[in-house]
């Protein structure tokens, strides 16, 4: 593959209607491990956790551009009905003609019942707590867990929202919507996230799954991106 042009795009629309840059990093570090592993000709791509907003990036909005380019199937799945109905309302502001199925269910059953051979995946849902990151990491398992064995070798996986050891975070606690306290958290293990069992298994256990990419850093927010053997 080769993704550049769909990173300058939806950098351009990010650009637009948002001042938070780290999904179009992010979308860089996607871009550049795309390139060298992924190898098949049309995407199977499936989203947890929906993208509704430009508050949280729309990373959706690339695996969409992915998609325009290379052709395939796109389905995003959310539990919350009003989340998914505004996420919905801007894939067809933004891709009314792109082949795109939403779904208001429970993740994890979505992915156990779901008929395919998706070769991206991309979970996003069970937003992370810095103060309380077990349930995210368990959930994120649960999802891989759940569609691992249906994605043929060669597929890519993606988690949001990992920080790795050394990096310090300013956590916003929120009321009503509104800002209301800021806390500084330090992350003293390897990894904290959705993703981190996940990396844990990959890195550490006899497993058909590998971390590719070389975007493990302090400091930012990070996608794991693991491929299957």
């Not at 939806?10 to 860089?28: C, G, L, M, P």
Request: glycine share 6%.
């Amino acid at each position: 593959m080769n993704t550049e042009q769909q990173v300058l795009i939806y950098k351009k629309i990010t650009d637009s209607n948002t001042d938070d840059f780290k999904r179009v990093e992010q979308a860089k570090d996607l871009s550049k491990v795309l390139d060298k592993h992924f190898k098949f000709d049309t995407i199977e791509c499936i989203e947890t956790g929906a993208s509704q907003n430009f508050s949280d990036g729309c990373f959706g909005f690339f695996l969409c551009e992915l998609i325009k380019e290379y052709g395939g199937t796109f389905k995003s799945i959310d539990i919350d009905e009003s989340l998914l109905n505004s996420s919905i309302a801007l894939y067809n502001k933004f891709y009314p003609n792109l082949n795109i199925e939403h779904y208001n269910m429970d993740s994890i059953k979505f992915l156990q019942e779901y008929n395919g051979t998706p070769n991206l995946v991309h979970l996003d849902s069970w937003d992370l707590d810095l103060k309380n990151p077990v349930p995210s990491m368990l959930h994120g398992w649960l999802e891989f867990e759940a569609i691992r064995h249906k994605m043929p070798s060669g597929s890519i996986c993606v988690i949001d929202d990992n920080f790795f050891k050394g990096t310090w975070v300013e956590w916003d606690y929120f009321e009503n919507g509104n800002v209301i306290n800021k806390e500084i958290i330090d992350i003293n293990y390897e990894v904290v996230g959705k993703g981190s069992l996940i990396y844990h298994y990959c890195k550490q256990y006899e497993s058909d799954w590998e971390i590719v990419g070389d975007h493990y850093k302090t400091g930012p927010n990070v996608k794991i991106i693991i491929k299957k053997k």
